[in-house]
């Protein structure tokens, strides 16, 4: 059978400031990141691979050892809108309403001139279409909520809103699926950078 790799982009420059969002370049460790990732997904000895990243530098950079990657909008991160670049501090003083309506709607919360989990979830309903009719291995470079969206579908998450938001993607990790019947397998690889 063939398999999908999902993995957030390595470790940005705003990831070790925890700031949200944003367009940053990856860190040191991020770049070794996508070193490890790259010979990772060669020890898996596919056939044939298509690699698929954001419109996000992090993404791109990640991915850069990879041949033919295909850069898509639609994986770019949920964005926070009014509130891209701050951290989640900053997030709590300047816009108390969205800190407090994430802490308990995180699912349906959207952020001022942003998106909610539900907008993202829609807006990659083309990709995911398109992971499930695709007959190549594909590895997905992409963000935190992002990763979040994909794999619940994968998983076939029943209650959206109260899980969606919540599953654990580290950085580092790549998740593989395969399909099996009636559901997917989902193995987790930590590649411990
Ligand atoms: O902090 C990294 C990040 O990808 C942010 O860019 C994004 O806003 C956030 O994670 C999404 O996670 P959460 O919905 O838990 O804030």
Request: hydrophobic share 30%; aromatic share 8%; charged share 35%.
């Given at each position: 059978p063939r398999h999908i790799y999902i993995t957030r982009?390595?470790?940005?420059?705003?990831?070790?400031?925890?700031?949200?969002?944003g367009d940053s370049s990856l860190s040191p460790r991020g770049m070794e990141y996508a070193q490890r990732l790259k010979q990772f997904m060669d020890e898996q000895e596919l056939p044939n691979l298509r690699v698929w990243c954001s419109s996000l530098k992090r993404t791109i950079q990640t991915a850069q050892n990879f041949d033919d990657v295909e850069s898509?909008?639609?994986?770019?991160?949920?964005?926070?809108?009014?509130?891209?670049?701050?951290?989640?501090?900053?997030?709590?003083?300047?816009f108390p309403d969205v800190y407090r309506d994430r802490a308990t709607d995180k699912y349906w919360t959207r952020y001022p001139r942003g998106e909610s989990y539900a907008d993202v979830v829609q807006r990659l309903e083309p990709r995911i279409l398109d992971l499930e009719q695709a007959q190549e291995n594909v590895l997905v470079v992409c963000h935190q909520a992002v990763a979040r969206c994909l794999l619940s579908y994968f998983q076939q998450k029943s209650d959206l809103a109260s899980q969606l938001p919540y599953i654990k993607v580290d950085l580092h990790t790549v998740f593989k699926i395969t399909p099996i019947p009636y559901g997917n397998l989902i193995e987790v690889f930590p590649l411990g950078i």
């Open positions: 982009h390595g470790e940005s420059e705003f990831n070790t400031v925890g700031k949200i969002g898509w909008k639609a994986l770019d991160e949920l964005d926070a809108g009014l509130c891209d670049e701050l951290t989640y501090k900053e997030v709590e003083e300047q």
